[in-house]
């Protein structure tokens, strides 16, 4: 199958750099997969489940929030705000902050901004959950 480069970067760092057959992850508007041969593109990502699969096959699943995809000119530039792949989310702390985001809304009296702030938490827990 044929390969393209790809980097996936946050603010932390580079955290991957080679070629793969295919980057998966979800955007603002939807699943999308990435093959090499994709024509230039550009699109803001979501929260969502994300894997790579590299040139012998081998798949490496992560939890991806939010960032920006690029692909220029056959390379791609996967910029997450972040970005864990599964071995490294620790899913105690993924059922804890579910925990604490699920009995903060059910609290009564919570602000738009609490509310919407401890939405995007539970968001996140369970795409880490999802993932791991
Ligand atoms: P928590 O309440 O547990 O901090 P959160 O969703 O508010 O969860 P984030 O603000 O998304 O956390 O992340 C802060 C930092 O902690 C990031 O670097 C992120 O990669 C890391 N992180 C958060 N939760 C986990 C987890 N379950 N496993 C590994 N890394 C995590």
Same mark, same amino acid.
């Given at each position: 199958?044929?390969?393209?480069?790809l980097?996936?970067?946050?603010?932390?760092?580079l955290l991957f750099s080679g070629d793969?057959? =295919?980057?998966?992850?979800r955007s $603002?508007? #939807?699943? *999308?997969a990435i093959l090499a041969g994709h024509a230039n593109f550009c699109t803001a990502l979501g929260m969502g489940e994300a894997h790579v699969v590299l040139p012998d096959g081998t =798949?490496?699943?992560?939890?991806? $929030?939010? #960032?920006? *995809?690029?692909v220029m000119n056959g390379e791609?530039?996967?910029?997450?705000?972040?970005?864990?792949?599964q071995e490294d989310i620790d899913r105690a702390r993924a059922e804890e902050?579910?925990?604490?985001?699920?009995?903060?809304?059910?609290?009564?009296?919570?602000?738009?901004?609490?509310?919407q702030i401890f939405r995007a938490k539970l968001q996140r827990a369970?795409?880490?959950?999802?993932v791991h």
């Open positions: 199958m044929n390969t393209f480069k980097q996936i970067g946050t603010p932390d760092g793969v057959e =295919r980057v998966v992850c $603002i508007t #939807g699943d *999308l =798949r490496r699943n992560a939890a991806c $929030i939010g #960032g920006m *995809l690029s791609c530039h996967l910029l997450a705000t972040t970005w864990e792949w902050a579910k925990a604490r985001a699920e009995a903060k809304l059910n609290e009564t009296g919570v602000s738009e901004k609490e509310y369970l795409v880490r959950l999802g």
